[in-house]
Every structure is written in structure tokens, then in C-alpha cells.
Nanobody
Framework: QVQLVESGGGLVQAGGSLRLSCATS????????MAWFRQTPGKEREFVAA????????YYADSVKGRLTISRDNAKSTVYLQMNSLKPEDTAVYYC??????????????????WGQGTQVTVSS
């Protein structure tokens, strides 16, 4: 069983920055595919970014490329999401997710077996 705990959300003005963290339990963190998703009321949870455990390859949704950066520290069993140049449309609850393998591809929510409780990010205009 893997437990995920997000932190770092909050209120920020447009153009500002935040860094989200996701601390995980479990001994095999370095092998997990890790991702961030986000969700707003009435909408489906959407893919934001993912990072593989081995080579550390990263993937991003088109809407966040160049502004958000996913990274991981395997020694700390933690994954991060650096969020720069934030826009009001980035307002959402952000969820950390983990998978042992990309069964349905890294974009597909069905791939991810473990989820955090979410952290709210609010960007004011």
C-alpha cells in the first residue's frame, strides 16, 4: 500500500508561483510512475504532468507546458510540481497519483492506483 500526502497549495495572484509537494510512503517509490492531476467543480479530473521512475522522463499537458515542471527526489520519496506564471484557469484541486506501470498510458486516469487527498490551488486575477 502506498500513501500520498500533498502540500503546498494556497492562494496566489496571477503571474505568481507555487510549489506543490507529494510525500509518499513505501519502499519502491523510485520505480513508480508519478503524476499530478487537477479537478474543478463539475469537471472531470484532468492530467497535468507525469514523471517516470527510472529515466525520469517527463510528460505535460499542452496547457501547462513551459509553466509547470514536475520533478522527483527518490531519496526523499517525494514528487514536486513547480508552478510558475500561474493563471486563473489553473485554479483547481491538485492531486498526486502513483502507478506501478503505465497500464493505460501516462495520460489515462485508470493507470493510477494510488491517490492523495488533494490540495487547493487558487489563482486570483
Amino acid at each position: 500500500q502506498v500513501q500520498l500526502v500533498e502540500s503546498g497549495g494556497g492562494l496566489v495572484q496571477a503571474g505568481g508561483s507555487l510549489r506543490l509537494s507529494c510525500a509518499t510512503s513505501g519502499r519502491t517509490f523510485s520505480s513508480y510512475l508519478m503524476a499530478w492531476f487537477r479537478q474543478t467543480p463539475g469537471k472531470e479530473r484532468e492530467f497535468v504532468a507525469a514523471i517516470r521512475g527510472s529515466a525520469g522522463s517527463t510528460y505535460y499537458a499542452d496547457s501547462v507546458k513551459g509553466r509547470l515542471t514536475i520533478s522527483r527526489d527518490n531519496a526523499k520519496s517525494t514528487v514536486y510540481l513547480q508552478m510558475n506564471s500561474l493563471k486563473p484557469e489553473d485554479t483547481a484541486v491538485y492531486y498526486c497519483a502513483a502507478a506501478r506501470a503505465a497500464y493505460y498510458g501516462y495520460l489515462d486516469i485508470r493507470t493510477y492506483e494510488y491517490w492523495g487527498q488533494g490540495t487547493q490551488v487558487t489563482v486570483s486575477s
